[in-house]
């Protein structure tokens, strides 16, 4: 059996069957709000009965009820009258207003002050300036002062509700930042532990392999030699690394890498095999601001550990130019044969890495193969505003 289609409340059935008690006691015991009236003291209990029945609708039909009301209200005033049909017209007008659409709601209290005031004037010219002002007094309390009420709660009502929602917006956005941040500060430990570590262990792979292929003692002891050495270095750097995670703060906390330490890496590189040229054609003293001078510093580490792994025999060329505004980073290396497969494999974070870190600082990225002189080439170059202007956030990077 289905639910009603116009379900009633408990707290309407309750008023509608007070106003109707009360108003039939109030009939019973004869008290009435007028007299002389064109129909007799029984007529009145119809009015009553119609209005207790509307209260059943303030809710779901409010505006319906309103008027069906005002109708069983003109209706009472022919009969004796009861003040209990009176007082439950106020309670409609006031469901009207706080449960009616929003326009109804407006528009009944402008409606009350029309009524109120055209029938102030009528009764003043009907039956004078003292009992007119005294009946246009009881229709505004019959009329607008329910209506501004209502009006009043349902504003309060929306307040709190807007107020609600807010909250619950500010819960939600809170939410979304912390999981924004999460990603973002699990997106930035990523980076920093590819270019930290596995850098270390793309030359331990490299020299152990050719360890194991060397006849001559010595240069397997040498070989092995450089293994230790970045296996030492790489496990320093990943204990910092976990009591960074653990705890938030470190011990020996190591000082961030700038391009002041870009000696020291490519005599690194150059200990590993390659063989590189350094153009830096900056203005001497000049100096960058800190996130630029460690990215550009990262993109270049990151540039000749995927030479280690992938570039073929030949000079790696590594430029610094710095002009209007900008830092430009251009790390060439000669492009193996599309056949050879890498010394070590891999999996494609570094450049993610790369990209990451440029789009941050809003700059412009692009990797891929290019023409040169000597044969194809891999080559990656940055460009990273260091100055006011800011470039929008644009990264591109060559198929």
């Given at each position: 059996?289905?639910?009603?289609?116009?379900?009633?409340?408990?707290?309407?059935?309750?008023?509608?069957?007070?106003?109707?008690?009360?108003?039939?006691?109030?009939?019973?015991?004869?008290?009435?709000?007028?007299?002389?009236?064109?129909?007799?003291?029984?007529?009145?209990?119809?009015?009553?009965?119609?209005?207790?029945?509307?209260?059943?609708?303030?809710?779901?039909?409010?505006?319906?009820?309103?008027?069906?009301?005002?109708?069983?209200?003109?209706?009472?005033?022919?009969?004796?009258?009861?003040?209990?049909?009176?007082?439950?017209?106020?309670?409609?007008?006031?469901?009207?207003?706080?449960?009616?659409?929003?326009?109804?709601?407006?528009?009944?209290?402008?409606?009350?002050?029309?009524?109120?005031?055209?029938?102030?004037?009528?009764?003043?010219?009907?039956?004078?300036?003292?009992?007119?002002?005294?009946?246009?007094?009881?229709?505004?309390?019959?009329?607008?002062?329910?209506?501004?009420?209502?009006?009043?709660?349902?504003?309060?009502?929306?307040?709190?509700?807007?107020?609600?929602?807010?909250?619950?917006?500010?819960?939600?956005?809170?939410?979304?930042?912390?999981?924004?941040?999460?990603?973002?500060?699990?997106?930035?430990?990523?980076?920093?532990?590819?270019?930290?570590?596995?850098?270390?262990?793309?030359?331990?792979?490299?020299?152990?392999?050719?360890?194991?292929?060397?006849?001559?003692?010595?240069?397997?002891?040498?070989?092995?030699?450089?293994?230790?050495?970045?296996?030492?270095?790489?496990?320093s750097e990943m204990r910092r690394l976990i009591g960074l995670l653990r705890d938030g703060s470190e011990t020996d906390p190591a000082p961030v890498p700038t391009l002041d330490g870009l000696g020291a890496l490519v005599a690194d590189a150059r200990a590993h095999g390659l063989d590189?040229?350094?153009?830096?054609?900056?203005?001497?003293?000049?100096?960058?601001?800190?996130?630029?001078?460690?990215?550009?510093?990262?993109?270049?580490?990151?540039?000749?550990?995927?030479?280690?792994?992938?570039?073929?025999?030949?000079?790696?060329?590594?430029?610094?130019?710095?002009?209007?505004?900008?830092?430009?980073?251009?790390?060439?290396?000669?492009?193996?044969?599309?056949?050879?497969?890498?010394?070590?494999?891999?999996?494609?974070?570094?450049?993610?890495?790369?990209?990451?870190?440029?789009?941050?600082?809003?700059?412009?990225?692009?990797?891929?193969?290019?023409?040169?002189?000597?044969?194809?080439?891999?080559?990656?170059?940055?460009?990273?505003?260091?100055?006011?202007?800011?470039?929008?956030?644009?990264?591109?990077?060559?198929?």
């Amino acid at each position: 059996m289905g639910a009603p289609r116009f379900p009633v409340r408990r707290d309407d059935l309750s008023i509608a069957c007070a106003g109707l008690i009360g108003g039939l006691l109030l009939w019973r015991l004869g008290q009435h709000t007028q007299a002389d009236r064109p129909l007799g003291e029984v007529w009145s209990l119809l009015p009553l009965t119609v209005t207790a029945g509307l209260v059943l609708l303030r809710r779901t039909r409010p505006l319906t009820a309103l008027l069906l009301g005002a109708l069983a209200l003109v209706g009472d005033q022919l009969t004796s009258g009861s003040l209990a049909t009176v007082l439950m017209f106020t309670d409609l007008v006031y469901a009207a207003v706080l449960y009616g659409s929003r326009p109804a709601a407006q528009r009944i209290p402008i409606v009350a002050v029309l009524v109120t005031v055209a029938s102030t004037m009528g009764f003043i010219a009907w039956y004078g300036t003292s009992e007119g002002v005294f009946i246009g007094v009881v229709i505004g309390l019959v009329t607008f002062a329910p209506a501004a009420t209502g009006a009043l709660v349902r504003n309060h009502r929306e307040a709190a509700e807007a107020a609600r929602l807010q909250a619950k917006q500010s819960v939600r956005l809170a939410e979304m930042d912390r999981a924004q941040a999460i990603t973002a500060e699990r997106t930035r430990m990523a980076r920093e532990l590819h270019d930290m570590v596995a850098n270390r262990l793309t030359a331990i792979a490299l020299h152990s392999t050719a360890a194991l292929s060397l006849d001559d003692p010595e240069s397997a002891r040498n070989a092995l030699a450089v293994v230790r050495e970045n296996g030492v270095e790489g496990l320093s750097e990943m204990r910092r690394l976990i009591g960074l995670l653990r705890d938030g703060s470190e011990t020996d906390p190591a000082p961030v890498p700038t391009l002041d330490g870009l000696g020291a890496l490519v005599a690194d590189a150059r200990a590993h095999g390659l063989d590189i040229t350094v153009e830096d054609t900056r203005p001497p003293g000049s100096e960058l601001p800190p996130p630029v001078d460690f990215a550009a510093y990262r993109i270049i580490q990151e540039s000749l550990a995927n030479t280690l792994k992938h570039a073929a025999a030949g000079t790696v060329r590594v430029r610094l130019a710095q002009h209007d505004g900008e830092l430009t980073v251009q790390v060439t290396s000669p492009l193996d044969d599309r056949s050879a497969p890498p010394r070590v494999p891999g999996s494609g974070a570094g450049l993610i890495g790369m990209r990451e870190r440029v789009a941050l600082l809003h700059g412009l990225f692009r990797a891929g193969p290019q023409p040169a002189a000597e044969g194809r080439c891999w080559q990656v170059c940055v460009t990273l505003p260091i100055g006011r202007r800011v470039l929008g956030t644009t990264v591109k990077e060559t198929p």
